[in-house]
């Protein structure tokens, strides 16, 4: 494989047709900033009784955790854009949407479609709050939820040889 350009640390990240010559031109940036990526989290729907830094809901009603992002799965998710940057959008947070995974995937290069045509892309799995409450656990070793806070106990906390100094421990959820 050939290069036109001397080696440099990364590859270029560069998708579009046309003249790849620079004229004068800013290059658009194809993928989202972390600003962006922050915001677009920021103005998704909160998941009611979930924390809202490690739950959404996606553009289609999904409920996706943010520990997944970038991944394959029905909770995981990516920043898509909302007009297809090959169609032209910015990578923009006017333009940023969370998607699911699966539903990113098949959206495509799609533009126009509504949140009943994107819930036809999504996985058929519903988790209940107990399944995404052991979920949460296993990804962050605790559950927060608004006005709640549970962790896992450890061994000896379990067996009484340690006496915790906070009390989250012993809670239960509903």
Same mark, same amino acid.
């Given at each position: 494989m050939?290069?036109?350009?001397?080696?440099?640390?990364?590859?270029?990240?560069?998708?579009?047709?046309?003249?790849d010559? +620079?004229s004068?031109?800013?290059?658009?940036?194809?993928?989202?900033?972390?600003?962006?990526?922050?915001?677009?989290?920021?103005?998704?729907?909160?998941?009611?009784?979930?924390?809202p830094?490690?739950?959404r809901?996606?553009a289609?009603?999904?409920v996706?955790?943010?520990?997944?992002? +970038?991944?394959q799965?029905?909770?995981?998710?990516?920043?898509?854009?909302?007009?297809?940057?090959?169609?032209?959008?910015?990578s923009?947070?006017?333009?940023?949407?969370?998607?699911?995974?699966?539903v990113?995937?098949?959206?495509?290069d799609?533009?126009?479609?509504?949140?009943?045509?994107?819930r036809?892309?999504?996985c058929?799995?519903?988790?209940?709050?107990?399944?995404?409450?052991?979920?949460e656990?296993?990804?962050?070793?605790?559950?927060?939820?608004?006005g709640?806070?549970?962790?896992?106990?450890?061994i *000896?906390e379990?067996?009484?040889?340690?006496?915790?100094? *906070?009390?989250?421990?012993?809670?239960?959820?509903?």
């Amino acid at each position: 494989m050939s290069s036109s350009s001397p080696a440099s640390a990364s590859p270029q990240r560069h998708r579009g047709g046309g003249d790849d010559s +620079n004229s004068g031109k800013e290059e658009r940036p194809r993928f989202f900033d972390s600003m962006t990526k922050k915001l677009c989290w920021a103005k998704a729907e909160i998941v009611s009784g979930r924390h809202p830094e490690r739950w959404r809901k996606d553009a289609a009603g999904n409920v996706v955790c943010k520990r997944f992002g +970038n991944c394959q799965g029905c909770l995981c998710f990516e920043y898509d854009h909302i007009i297809p940057f090959s169609k032209g959008g910015e990578s923009v947070v006017e333009n940023c949407q969370i998607l699911q995974t699966r539903v990113n995937r098949f959206k495509s290069d799609k533009d126009h479609l509504d949140k009943t045509q994107l819930r036809g892309y999504s996985c058929d799995i519903n988790f209940t709050d107990k399944e995404l409450d052991v979920i949460e656990m296993a990804v962050y070793g605790d559950v927060i939820r608004p006005g709640k806070q549970c962790r896992c106990r450890s061994i *000896d906390e379990l067996v009484g040889k340690y006496k915790p100094k *906070d009390h989250t421990a012993a809670c239960k959820l509903p």
